[in-house]
């Protein structure tokens, strides 16, 4: 692959600002240390992480649509085989998303018979979600393509690279939304 091709956007990003198409060109000297200026490297961080993201949210797709579903569907139904009995705003916050985002699908979810909502007992306004024995067989299904993929990209680093990989990923979100 060339740098150019490198730095071209996933097709998915058509109509979003094109951080990418910023990026300066660079040399083939400047790539491997020569004497023109260094490359901009937070912004060559940046791109390498919009990529793995890209390249990781096409195969969870990929795996969702095997099983009939959409991606925030499949995200739905992992986040409750987890945390069985949250809330919908907390469905929500695990989601990063708006509580009426999370009302539009998990509707089309409970049409489909794979969620309940269940009135909390504490306040009556407010619903627990609970997978159905068909939520839960689906998920039990999807799930393991992804984990297969998820060990099989990151057993690529050792203990340690892990360890660095997942402090630096947790200083990175800290630093995207101090005020939370």
Not at 142 to 152: F, G, K, S, V
Request: charged share 25%; glycine share 4%.
């Amino acid at each position: 692959m060339s740098f150019g091709e490198f730095f071209r956007p996933p097709r998915h990003f058509a109509g979003r600002i094109d951080v990418m198409a910023e990026l300066p060109r660079l040399s083939p000297c400047c790539q491997d240390g020569g004497l023109n200026a260094p490359p901009d490297l937070p912004r060559l961080a940046w791109v390498q992480l919009l990529r793995v993201h890209a390249k990781l949210t096409r195969h969870m797709e990929r795996v969702a649509a095997e099983h009939q579903l959409t991606l925030a569907q499949f995200e739905m139904l992992l986040i409750l085989w987890h945390s069985e009995g949250i809330s919908q705003q907390e469905l929500a916050q695990k989601l990063l998303v708006t509580k009426g985002n999370v009302c539009t699908v998990l509707c089309r979810m409970e049409k489909s018979l794979w969620v309940r909502r269940e009135t909390n007992p504490r306040d009556g306004r407010a619903y627990r979600l609970r997978l159905t024995p068909a939520g839960r067989q689906i998920i039990e299904k999807a799930y393991p393509p992804l984990r297969e993929t998820i060990n099989r990209v990151m057993k690529t680093l050792n203990n340690k690279q892990l360890t660095q990989l997942h402090t630096i990923l947790r200083e990175l979100e800290v630093a995207s939304c101090p005020d939370a």
